[in-house]
């Protein structure tokens, strides 16, 4: 049957494409000239705690639910705001709508006074103190602890390498375990292709530049795709706001402290060592099942940064058999902060998850 | 792939995962990475040899050359990192001391 359009839907529709014309016009001169970037990280928060580069942060919020804070701890190699993308699209915003009394310890950028950070500084030196700094906050015994990719990893030794941790429940996103499964620059690194020491600069660590190629190179013509996406989609705010933030989040990498990067290179990469369920740190041996935690394992099923075969591992050595949960989700890697699957999916699942292991806060903070 | 999207976007994405793949299976491979490897050694003995004939230049005039530059922003480095470790290895100690039975 031929399309029937009455004079009313023309007209409509030429409205609705010249008003798209004038507004994929006018968001097309914001993007180029760069101007109109949302802010990004924008959840209210407070430093409660610093050493170094490293702040602890808490966010401002609705009456706290739960009596265990949620310690987010993020990646050594991203930006945390990605957790905190944009309002409405935001982790933190939606664990601390959930009742959660939210605090995140951001590691900031690097410079060359910290070439000589190896995992001993964050697990032993960093961790422990931003832990007793959330237990000052707000009186707490125990805590949940999320780690976010390598974030995780460093989550795990810590949970694991301290007696007096108290980590009720260990929340493992998109972290790697088996190195061999995480894709074709770390196997050159592990076959020796490329030296880590060629990666390093005189500051001592390897530049955020080379940390971008790297994830760059995963998938090189995804931009064409993604820039078409975005010039069909330019009419819409809303659209415009999402893709700039995330472009942004991409681009803006952070170096690699150079002693730790040399550790990751050895004990993860070459010798894969955190398959074998423990890890030496600090001058002695951190065996993964020692925590008293409950752990669940989250992991993507779409995730090209750290692919599932990576994270799944930590299901079967991390914390008691007992304690271990497994959870499979939508989307890629970002959907532990960010995007539609992480507001429908993901974060309602963790949530969920999280608040079955907590305890219900006696008096709720204003 | 979404039916709504116009042909044009369409076919770009068609045409992006087309050349995409090849492209990734490429940049992946063991060849690429021993090329770039090569290109990475490569670019450092061109830049060695250029930056030894500057030196040499710019030291007949008494003038620091880049290479001097990066070395002393080295040693810089090096020597924040120890200030930093030494004041940290103290904190240790007063905090240890402040903790012990009078």
């Known amino acids: ?366 | 792939m979404p039916s709504n999207l116009p042909l044009w976007l369409k076919l770009v994405l068609r045409l992006e995962r087309a050349v995409g793949g090849p492209v990734e299976a490429a940049v992946h491979s063991n060849a690429y990475f021993d090329a770039v490897a090569e290109l990475n050694r490569g670019t450092r003995r061109l830049t060695d040899a250029l930056e030894g004939v500057s030196k040499r230049g710019l030291h007949l005039l008494n003038l620091p050359a880049g290479t001097d530059i990066r070395r002393v922003r080295e040693q810089l480095a090096r020597m924040d990192r120890r200030l930093l470790q030494i004041s940290k290895e103290l904190e240790q100690l007063e905090r240890a001391r402040d903790t012990e039975p009078v």
């Open chain 1, 1 to 366: 049957m031929p399309l029937q359009l009455s004079p009313t839907d023309v007209l409509g529709r030429v409205n609705r494409d010249v008003e798209r014309s004038y507004l994929r016009a006018r968001n097309g001169l914001r993007y180029v000239r760069g101007s109109n970037r949302p802010k990004l990280g924008a959840t209210p928060k407070d430093i409660v705690w610093r050493r170094d580069k490293a702040q602890l942060w808490r966010y401002r919020g609705d009456p706290v639910r739960f009596a265990q804070p949620l310690l987010i701890v993020t990646s050594l190699v991203s930006r945390s705001y990605i957790l905190d993308l944009l309002p409405g699209s935001s982790a933190v915003e939606f664990f601390r709508n959930r009742g959660f009394d939210v605090f995140m310890l951001d590691w900031g950028i690097p410079d060359e006074l910290d070439g000589d950070n190896s995992l001993a500084t964050y697990v032993d030196e960093y961790l422990p103190r931003a832990v007793a700094a959330v237990r000052r906050q707000t009186g707490c015994t125990e805590l949940t602890m999320a780690g976010y990719c390598l974030g995780g990893v460093l989550s795990v030794l810590y949970a694991n390498g301290h007696d007096d941790a108290r980590v009720r429940n260990l929340v493992l996103m998109a972290t790697p375990l088996d190195f061999e499964e995480m894709g074709p620059m770390v196997a050159a690194l592990r076959e020796g292709r490329l030296d880590p020491e060629h990666l390093i600069d005189e500051s001592g660590n390897v530049p955020a530049d080379v940390l971008y190629s790297g994830f760059f190179m995963l998938a090189p013509t995804t931009i064409v795709a993604q820039r078409a996406t975005l010039l069909e989609n330019l009419w819409n705010d809303e659209f415009v706001r999402g893709f700039q933030a995330m472009a942004q989040w991409t681009r803006d990498q952070v170096p690699f402290p150079g002693a730790a990067f040399r550790e990751v290179v050895e004990l993860f990469v070459r010798r894969n060592a955190l398959m074998d369920g423990s890890l030496p740190v600090g001058g002695r041996e951190i065996d993964f099942a020692r925590t008293h935690a409950t752990v669940l394992n989250a992991m993507a099923e779409n995730d090209t940064v750290v692919p599932r075969a990576a994270a799944q591992p930590a299901g079967a050595l991390v914390g008691r058999p007992e304690r271990r949960h497994e959870l499979l989700l939508r989307g890629g890697h970002v959907t532990f902060g960010t995007g539609r699957s992480a507001l429908r999916h993901t974060l309602p699942s963790l949530a969920d998850w999280i608040a079955a292991h907590s305890d219900e806060h006696p008096q709720e903070r204003g």
